[in-house]
């Protein structure tokens, strides 16, 4: 196993729909699982996925059904990814997660970010991305993409913003979005259609097909 790319894969992922997960929380010398939630639509994404996690240890991936929720919503099915518990990912959950009061939220991790390139930023927009695109008449067509990074600190996605201009010339603005609670919290927005073309180009060759609507302008 390449551990380096391992370890960039799995802190990528974390960094989008991917989590991990102990069974106790308090218990610090418990190791930990990886997880992955996606719609089954997304099937090949959790496969290529798998194929990666799998040379650590076993995994096991579980389909459920779509149902109708209690409040009436109709919820897509998923298909779940669940390895085996290991030291690694233990390792990895220590440095990407902190504890606030009576849970553990995310964090970015300098180590981790040194490993970061175009395909950890494909998964980012894979898992947690949009594009809005339009055509005008009288101007240049409007299009605008995003990544919902509301999980990390205003600063946190400063860092990311610096680290994507700096690195790629991947330009994103640092945007509020008020919540129904009436706190606010931060993603990143790029804007200005040569912009936004600019990242489609970046990070194309690492979207699988079923994420192929989100290169679409």
């Known amino acids: ?15 989008g729909d991917g989590f991990f997960f102990k069974v106790d929380q308090e218990n610090d010398k418990q190791n930990t699982h ?30 459920n059904e779509p149902y109708v929720c209690d409040r009436g919503y109709n919820v897509d099915g998923q298909i779940i990814l669940k390895t ?20 553990h939220v995310k964090v970015l991790d300098a180590h981790y970010l040194t ?10 927009y894979m898992d947690d991305g949009w594009i ?3 055509e005008c008449v009288t101007k240049e067509d409007y299009l605008r993409i995003g990544i919902a990074t509301h999980k990390y600190t205003y600063y946190e996605n ?18 509020k979005h008020k919540q129904k609670s009436g706190e606010y919290k ?14 489609i180009d970046a990070v194309k ?8 609507y989100k290169l679409k302008v």
Do not use: W
Not at 39 to 63: C, N, W
Not at 159 to 167: C, G, I
Not at 205 to 212: G, I, L
């Open 1 to 15: 196993m390449d551990q380096k790319y391992f370890n960039k894969i799995i802190s990528a992922s974390i960094m």
């Open 84 to 103: 085996m518990r290991h030291p690694q990912y233990k390792k990895m959950y220590n440095r990407l997660y902190r504890h606030v009061g009576n849970t």
């Open 186 to 199: 931060f993603y990143l927005r790029c804007n200005g259609r040569d912009n936004c073309l600019r990242f």
């Open 205 to 212: 060759d690492f979207v699988v097909p079923s994420y192929e």
């Open 132 to 134: 809005e695109s339009k």
């Open 34 to 63: 990886y997880m992955l939630k996606q719609s089954v639509g997304h099937k090949d994404y959790v496969e290529r996925i798998a194929e990666i996690v799998e040379q650590l240890t076993k995994v096991s991936i579980t389909i």
């Open 158 to 175: 400063l860092h990311l913003r610096d680290m994507l201009a700096e690195r790629y010339s991947l330009h994103f603005d640092v945007t």
């Open 115 to 124: 490993m970061f390139d175009l395909e950890s930023l494909a998964m980012m």
